[in-house]
């Protein structure tokens, strides 16, 4: 495959998107940010240079497999140390997968800000390239007003504990702008066919999108493709994707909506006041005819993805050999601030990326205590291995796992969140890299440890990670010892310390952190 590279210097711009100026995370001067193209079996090298001068950063490539890389994959303080201002960082992997990806900050809680964009994976081979004549790119984001570091400080009071409340958009960007400040236009053409790429990239909002009048087919899921299925709207929680292609009408005699509906009750049950927020789009026929009002959505059923199969992925079938349960809520923490579980520790990040301790911990690599608060839960290479998700909160929490994409094989209704009974994933299921688990009930997904890494899973609603609403899943630790090769320059950024992404003091990371399996908790 080709290079495909790219040098970015990530700087504070401003920016207006629903006409409130703010500053906002850009990429060499621009925001939106770029949308990186290229064909799968391409290798993608870019380079960063941070030059925000008081956050520091990083780049996780969502649904990238990272197949033998696990060291490109992002997240800081899991597979690398945040880069700080002042220092550059370049990220080098092959692109194993078509789709539609994205990428975003995973240093702290800095993608709200602004830094996320698209990643599309082309295929030299489409398997629907005649079904559609033109492809579009639809990104939806919530919006705030209000800076991270600020929004957090609001969120981690004990006030907030018993509502748990996370920060409240004022806006739903498509493409990153919002009606007040320009109307995004698709232009349709009578009879042709367009594929949407549709990406949320929202930080709490889950997103059901309408078509005024037009059916659709879904033909994708998080990069996965899926067996063509017929759609009115779709259920788009926040870090998912989907592709459909839309038959254009065969006149031209109005322009349609495509419109946006974004709460932050992201499954839709009372929705709060100003809520949900609309946000509209027109399928242009006719230029020279008005721009489409906004319709009132349709009663619709629970959208349920569930059914929707992978074109060409066959089932992993039979019994797991390795089954691991999590057990996740939220809840106050010792202090009484908000604070997520999962089987009731709380994650915290440590300033050794888990990967090097990994690295460093020789014979000792599979002993759960010398990691910390990172909840790490061991695989070995070649296992069938089922996660089980047994969501015991009153909200739905989009799951997101690192380093592969997961069959759903079981999803149970609203009740207890305590999956119950045997695994059945023979009905060649869905195919996702983020799964929506509903309140009070569990999902089950299945993958086979093929890609020794350690790879986070975690709730895609950005405010609960730094309440600790993760896991690490260690995928052979021995085979990460003898297959993962960190590059120098990796360990030379964690000598200047981890730089805070919340304005405290710089912490200084001791070298001798890496050579030894003591880990030390961020402040
Ligand atoms: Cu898109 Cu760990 O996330």
Not at 216 to 239: C, N, R, V
Request: charged share 15%.
């Amino acid at each position: 495959g080709a290079h495909v590279v790219h040098s970015w210097d990530i700087e504070w711009v401003t920016a207006s998107p629903d006409a409130f100026a703010r500053p906002v995370v850009g990429i060499n001067g621009q925001w939106p940010l770029p949308v990186v193209e290229a064909f799968v079996g391409d290798t993608l090298q870019i380079t960063i240079h941070n030059k925000l001068g008081n956050e520091s950063t990083g780049i996780h490539w969502h649904g990238i497999h990272q197949i033998g890389s696990n060291e490109q994959d992002g997240p800081a303080h899991v597979t690398q140390c945040p880069v700080a201002p002042g220092q550059s960082f370049t990220y080098e992997f092959v692109l194993d997968k078509s789709g539609t990806y994205w990428y975003h900050s995973h240093t702290g809680t800095q993608y709200p800000d602004g830094l996320r964009g698209a990643l599309i994976i082309k295929d030299h081979i489409d398997p629907y390239v005649a079904a559609y004549d033109e492809e579009y790119l639809l990104t939806l984001s919530d919006w705030y007003h209000g800076e991270v570091p600020s929004l957090l400080t609001a969120m981690f009071t004990t006030a907030n504990a018993a509502q748990l409340r996370p920060p409240v958009p004022q806006s739903g960007l498509i493409n990153e702008e919002s009606n007040l400040v320009a109307n995004n236009t698709f232009k349709f053409e009578a009879g042709k066919k367009y594929k949407f790429r549709v990406i949320n990239m929202s930080a709490l909002a889950s997103v059901l999108l309408f078509l005024e009048d037009h059916d659709f087919i879904i033909i994708e899921t998080d990069g996965q493709y899926t067996k063509p299925a017929t759609a009115s709207f779709l259920h788009i929680t926040p870090a998912q994707r989907y592709s459909i292609i839309v038959q254009a009408k065969t006149d031209a005699t109005r322009n349609y909506a495509l419109q946006a509906v974004f709460d932050i009750n992201p499954d839709f049950r009372n929705p709060r006041v100003g809520f949900p927020i609309n946000t509209t789009a027109g399928l242009e026929y006719d230029a020279s005819l008005p721009f489409p009002s906004q319709f009132i959505v349709p009663s619709f059923n629970v959208f349920d993805d569930f059914t929707l199969s992978p074109l060409d992925e066959l089932p992993i079938t039979g019994a797991a050999d390795n089954t691991i349960t999590l057990d996740f809520s939220l809840g106050a923490d010792a202090a009484g601030l908000p604070s997520a579980f999962v089987n009731n520790v709380s994650y915290v990040h440590q300033k050794v990326p888990t990967l090097y301790t990994v690295l460093s911990a020789g014979g000792e690599a599979e002993n759960p205590d010398i990691y910390g608060a990172v909840n790490p839960y061991f695989v070995k290479k070649g296992e069938v291995v089922d996660i089980i998700l047994n969501n015991r909160h009153t909200a739905h929490h989009p799951f997101h796992f690192h380093g592969h994409h997961f069959h759903v094989c079981e999803r149970t209704a609203t009740g207890s969140g305590v999956f119950t009974g045997e695994v059945d994933c023979s009905n060649s299921p869905l195919v996702r890299d983020v799964v929506a688990v509903n309140a009070l009930a569990s999902v089950v997904i299945r993958f086979k440890a093929d890609n020794p890494g350690v790879w986070l899973i975690h709730c895609h609603i950005e405010w609960h990670v730094p309440m600790g609403l993760s896991a690490t899943i260690i995928e052979d630790a021995f085979e990460i010892q003898k297959t993962i090769d960190v590059p120098e320059e990796h360990f030379e950024i964690c000598k200047a310390g981890c730089y805070p992404t919340k304005g405290n003091a710089a912490g200084s990371l001791d070298l001798t952190d890496l050579s030894g399996i003591t880990n030390v908790e961020n402040d």
